[in-house]
C-alpha cells in the first residue's frame, strides 16, 4: 500500500494470494487509478497467487463499489490511507459489517484518521474521506509503513 502513495516508488510482492474472494484491495486501488499490475499468475497448493508491481501514482477519490466490500472487509484501514492519499473524496458504503465484527472498526478507524487530522464523515454504513493529496502525505506514509 505505501508504494501506492510514495512518489517515485516501484515495488513487485512476489507470490501474493490473488483468490477472487479477496481480491477486493486489488480491485479497489485498480479504480482509484493504482499503476498496479498481476504479473507471473499461477496456481500454488490449490490456490491462484501473482507476482503484483505496483509503481505510484497520484490516487483518486471513488465510491467504493458495494460488491468489493466483503472482498476488502479487512484491508479497509489500509486503503482508507489511501483514501486519504488520493484527490477528492472517497466513499464507503455498505460496510454495516465493519460496526459489528470484534469492535466497531469503522468508528476506530474514523477516530484514526482523526488523529492524522483527515478530514471525513461517517455515516450507518460507511464513511466519506476527504483525500487531502500531498497536504498529508508524509505523515501517512509512515503511518502506512509500521
Not at 476488502?72 to 486503503?79: G, H, T
Not at 455498505?94 to 474514523?110: C, F, N, T, W, Y
Amino acid at each position: 500500500m505505501a508504494a501506492a502513495i510514495t512518489p517515485g516508488s516501484d515495488i513487485t510482492l512476489e507470490h501474493v494470494g490473488i483468490n477472487p474472494t479477496r481480491i477486493g484491495v486489488i480491485n479497489i486501488l485498480t479504480l482509484m487509478g493504482a499503476d498496479l499490475a498481476l504479473e507471473n499468475q499461477r496456481e500454488v497448493g490449490g490456490e491462484p497467487v501473482a507476482d503484483i508491481r505496483i509503481r505510484y501514482v497520484p490516487l483518486k477519490g471513488i465510491d467504493i463499489p458495494v460488491d468489493q466490500v466483503p472482498l476488502a472487509i479487512d484491508e479497509f484501514p489500509a486503503l482508507f490511507i489511501a483514501a486519504a492519499n488520493a484527490e477528492g473524496v472517497t466513499r464507503l458504503r455498505g460496510a454495516e459489517e465493519l460496526r459489528v465484527k470484534e469492535s466497531d472498526r469503522l468508528q476506530a478507524m474514523a477516530d484514526g484518521l482523526a488523529v492524522l487530522g483527515v478530514q471525513h464523515t461517517t455515516v450507518e454504513d460507511g464513511i466519506d474521506i476527504v483525500g487531502n493529496g500531498d497536504a498529508q502525505k508524509s505523515q501517512l506514509r509512515r503511518w502506512a509503513c509500521r
